[in-house]
């Protein structure tokens, strides 16, 4: 079975939302794209975004693309649209092979929707100067290697799955959550059971200890200060 059909698979037995998950009715709504793109050595590739240093909301920030839902919008238009507006993603291009269900994002009252794309027409993309500092993409094996886990403490939820990015990012936060829930998707196995609390202290990341903190804070992405609210 190819990774496709698996996660068509995955995603359709996924698709029903966990009771009582819900969108709050206050809560305002977003649309994301995982867009994953085949190797030629049988890997995929994930498609991230690091939002430019110099913003005053999430600057740094590692996500995926992605923002608020214009009205009359689906998740899937919204991460499609958006897809195209931060990375020259063309919406022709993408298979939307189905959606992870839905999150609340508690500091921010943000309900996340992130739509799972297959990119079977890759071309090139050019990023939004104005928002996005660099595009970047990470393979699934390299998020499947135990070298690269690293755990967040996420206050009263308990701990968030991370990882150490080739290049030097960090990947935490909701861009995490999804990432590791999409894996799950993919290959039950891929954690061998383990959950983020199992892991070293050796594996403890605080982004928020040192001066730069902002610009490793990975979660859901979004628009302006106003429009693309804290993701994490």
Known sequence: MDAWTRLRAGLAAVAEPVPGARAPASARRGGALALLRPTDDHDLMLL?????????????QIGFPGGRLEPGETAREAALREAGEECGVRADSV??????????????????????????????????????????????SDLRDPDRWRVTALGDRGAGWAWALPGGDLLWGATAGATAALLDVLDPDWRGGRRPEDLPASCVVDPWAHPDAQAHHAGPPGRSAAAREPRA
């Open 48 to 60: 991230l975004i690091r939002r430019r240093a110099d913003l005053a909301a999430h600057p740094g």
């Open 95 to 140: 298979e939307v092979l189905g959606q992870l269900p839905g999150f609340l994002i508690p500091p921010s009252n943000f309900w996340l929707e992130v739509v799972v794309g297959g990119w079977q027409r890759p071309h090139a993309l050019a990023r939004e100067p104005g928002e996005v500092a660099a595009l970047l993409e990470t393979r699934l």
